[in-house]
């Protein structure tokens, strides 16, 4: 084999090369930890990668690629699967002519998340197929293999990984001979496609009886195996917790499952009736061993203290020894704050000094929760900081009304508040309400990425830019004020004082660059300033 065909890659990285190997059409998502470097590394290399303005935007988009017949895939975390179940649910009804990988990122431990979801619970929901990666070799292997289950049922598959998946790196060895992408041509499929109560009713059927042949198939398929040991122990694992069985237990008896749903169930009452105690050792909520259970096959499962936080080794150890005793507690970290001069900092001071209740949202600045600062009082979901707000405003006293303000950045804003701005126009509250965009011309929190309203795409070439004020305006909101914090502290905090006093709906845009990229954007107007310059000479 040649030395090239083996690279040391992350989990993400094999997922990026495999759909580069397969002739993926195009790779579409929303930045998100665990999940970002997909895309990112898949336009390195060649591929044709987009940041949709959100996941849900992001799915359809590759559902669209793959009714043409073409190859695609979207790229989301845990939480961005919530923001796509929408086509999600449906798309397996439509089925899919070509591929369609959804790939979630997982967060066990909640390292950079507001919840710790098991999205394994949206393949029985949304009755998609789903395959779990233990390593970087099975995040290539099983992508390409998604790729033609997808093909070879005309179903999206679900491609579930997890932190230490993702991010770790392993051997990968690029698999030869993988079957070539097909053309993108489109078939008129109306019953198929467009899902009136008439025609979803068929689908559904349709989609059960995939599923059966699906369940049939994975009872002798490849992706799962047995790796004999003693017959005392026999452990069911997926995923990374896999890796830690190995590590833990040797000797034992190991069934590996890498496709998860539907599960090849008796597979595993074939190998839970060969061992004398069997079992299940999973990161998160007890998904496998409660199916098996359902199933009829007795197997054990971890107690449930072990259902929060990543599982390590030692912790696995414990599953089997059944030690329940308390867990020493963790070493505490540094907690992370907002970087030094960053502007936001002086938006939180003046919420501060003029006593805000302030609705918060996702991105680097929900670090205004933490000393010395502690000035956000409510932080739920993208986009939620413009809703939370308004149902603040509807019922507090007039004089604690008030005091509310919204605070959203501005790639939050594009992924989920432009509605919660329309509902502030349409259903505003008696006395107003102040919304702040904190404009900092990136999408910081998960390592700078572009987004609608930079202006660049995700290879950061230019493209168009949606403007906060002239959509604010477009809204029939009359009160927009864009104010640069950093360089007039004094002016931001006035102009906050008396939108907060007006009692009309009011927008501010907080605008200033991200201190960690103004040299690159610099950079980025310059090249822009130049390719605009050599068109003028040459239309």
């Not at 006293?397 to 329309?422: C, E, K, M, N, W």
Request: charge should be negative; hydrophobic fraction near 40%; aromatic fraction near 6%.
């Amino acid at each position: 084999m040649n030395v090239s065909d083996r690279m040391l890659l992350s989990g993400d990285e094999a997922v990026a090369r495999a759909a580069l190997d397969a002739g993926v059409a195009l790779g579409t998502g929303y930045p998100g930890t665990p999940a970002t470097e997909i895309l990112e590394h898949f336009s390195e290399i060649g591929g044709r990668a987009k940041w949709a303005p959100n996941e849900k935007v992001a799915l359809e988009v590759a559902l669209g690629v793959a009714f043409a017949g073409a190859r695609a895939i979207a790229v989301m975390k845990h939480v961005g699967l919530n923001v796509a179940a929408d086509p999600l649910f449906t798309s397996t009804y439509t089925g899919v002519t070509g591929a369609l990988v959804v790939m979630s990122g997982d967060d066990p431990g909640i390292a950079s998340s507001q919840n710790e979801q098991d999205s394994r619970h949206y393949a029985v929901a949304a009755g998609i197929p789903m395959l779990e990666p233990a390593d970087s070799q099975e995040a290539y292997d099983l992508t390409l293999r998604a790729i033609e289950i997808s093909e070879r049922w005309n179903i999206p598959v679900l491609l579930r990984m997890t932190t230490r998946v993702c991010h770790s790196r392993t051997v990968v060895r690029r698999r030869a001979g993988v079957t070539a992408a097909p053309a993108p041509h489109f078939e008129r499929d109306i019953r198929g496609r467009v899902m009136i109560p008439a025609y979803a009713r068929t689908a559904h059927r349709k989609l059960r009886r995939k599923l059966a042949e699906i369940q049939a198939w994975n009872e002798s398929c490849s992706l799962n195996r047995v790796e004999a040991g003693e017959p005392a122990l026999g452990i069911i694992a997926s995923g990374v917790s896999y890796m830690h069985v190995r590590e833990v237990a040797p000797r034992a008896s190991v069934l590996k499952l890498a496709f998860t749903y539907p599960l090849p169930v008796e597979k595993i009452r074939a190998f839970a009736s060969g061992v004398e105690r069997c079992l299940v050792v999973e990161e998160g909520d007890p998904y496998l061993a409660e199916a098996i259970r359902g199933a009829g096959v007795d197997v054990q499962s971890k107690a449930e203290m072990f259902r929060f936080g990543e599982l390590d080794a030692d912790r696995v150890a414990r599953i089997i020894a059944g030690d329940t005793s308390p867990e020493p507690p963790a070493v505490p970290g540094k907690p992370p704050q907002l970087c030094a001069g960053c502007s936001h900092r002086y938006v939180f001071e003046a919420f501060r000094k003029l006593d805000c209740i302030v609705a918060g949202d996702i991105g680097c600045y929900t670090l205004g929760v933490l000393p010395p600062l502690e000035a956000v009082d409510a932080c739920v979901c993208m986009g939620a900081s413009i809703g939370v707000g308004l149902g603040l405003r509807h019922v507090l006293p007039p004089q604690q009304a008030r005091r509310v303000v919204s605070v959203i950045g501005d790639g939050t804003f594009v992924h989920s508040g432009i509605t919660g701005l329309v509902e502030m126009t349409y259903n505003p509250p008696p006395t107003g309400h102040v919304v702040v965009i904190l404009d900092n011309a990136t999408t910081a929190m998960t390592g700078h990425q572009e987004n609608p309203s930079t202006g660049r795409t995700l290879e950061h070439d230019p493209t168009g830019k949606l403007s906060f004020e002239e959509l604010a305006r477009a809204l029939g909101i009359a009160d927009v004020v864009v104010c640069d914090p950093a360089l007039d502290k004094a002016g931001f905090e006035r102009v906050l004082g008396e939108c907060l006093a007006n009692g009309r709906i009011n927008l501010i845009i907080a605008r200033h660059p991200c201190l960690l990229i103004a040299g690159t954007l610099r950079e980025y107007e310059r090249a822009a300033m130049q390719c605009c310059e050599a068109l003028a000479e040459d239309p």
